[in-house]
């Protein structure tokens, strides 16, 4: 059962809780402005690693969400985190990845530097070349460190299809070397960390909304947060079984109406 009453920070997925491509949500912008007069904080969590948080303010300002870069948390910046709290500043590094990726990493003080990389990001890269998959490897089996920013094979198109996703190329990287990586994006615990730490409360306190029982719920889990599944994105509710969030809700709209009702 989930406690609403001991909820003291919350973090969302965005596709499928809090838009669906360019579809609102119910009960958005609503529920955001209950969470800040009950003085609860929160925050975005994504594997989206080709946009910069900062560029998620618009579209969240367009849907009339307030929020700070510092409550986007992308797994490319999450990324970027990570190598700035293992490697000393000056290592170089090469990503398969966006633009986006390799600013973020290199704004860190880290030089991207291909032939030496003593460090290799794997991300979703929509101009991906052979040449920069051999790149990667041959880093790799040199020694450079081998870190993903998340595992999704595929990703939603508009039209219903699907493309690979920066699982899909992290999978190649991994068949040509051997060597398996840091993942960073969810059910990886980085993501779920990096947004506890930007909220300062015990992980039981903390409440993961999502819409996939194998990442948003299945991460949250896996380092103590309490979590909430709505049915407005990928998992339906017949799919529930190993994995068990702590409550069901139809979309964000119910799941305000069981929170109001608690306090």
Not at 47 to 58: D, E, F, G, V
Not at 238 to 260: K, M, N, R, T, Y
Request: glycine share 8%; hydrophobic share 45%; with cysteine.
């Amino acid at each position: 059962m989930l406690d609403l009453r001991a909820i003291r920070a919350c973090a969302l997925d965005l596709d499928g809780v809090v838009w669906r491509e360019d579809e609102k949500l119910p009960a958005v912008p609503d529920f955001f402005h209950f969470l800040r007069t009950r003085g609860i904080p929160y925050a975005f969590i994504t594997n989206n690693s080709t946009r910069t948080p900062a560029q998620y303010l618009a579209r969240l300002d367009a849907f009339d969400i307030p929020a700070t870069a510092q409550q986007v948390i992308t797994s490319g910046a999450v990324a970027a985190e990570e190598i700035a709290r293992r490697f000393p500043q000056g290592t170089p590094f090469y990503a398969i990845g966006s633009q986006n990726l390799i600013d973020l990493i290199a704004a860190r003080g880290y030089p991207y530097e291909p032939d030496y990389a003593q460090i290799v990001v794997v991300g979703l890269d929509r101009s991906l070349t052979y040449d920069k998959l051999k790149i990667a490897g041959q880093r790799i089996l040199a020694g450079a460190a081998f870190i993903a920013t998340n595992g999704d094979a595929t990703f939603p198109l508009p039209n219903g299809e699907v493309a690979p996703g920066a699982g899909s190329l992290v999978s190649a990287v991994a068949t040509m070397t051997g060597k398996q990586p840091f993942m960073i994006g969810k059910p990886a615990a980085p993501m779920f960390e990096a947004a506890l730490r930007y909220f300062g409360v015990p992980a039981a306190h903390a409440l993961m909304i999502g819409d996939r029982l194998d990442t948003d719920i299945l991460g949250a889990q896996s380092v103590g947060m309490k979590s909430a599944l709505v049915l407005t994105g990928v998992s339906r509710a017949d799919q529930i079984g190993a994995i068990v969030p702590d409550g069901v809700f139809a979309d964000l709209a119910e799941l305000l109406s069981a929170w109001q009702s608690s306090v």
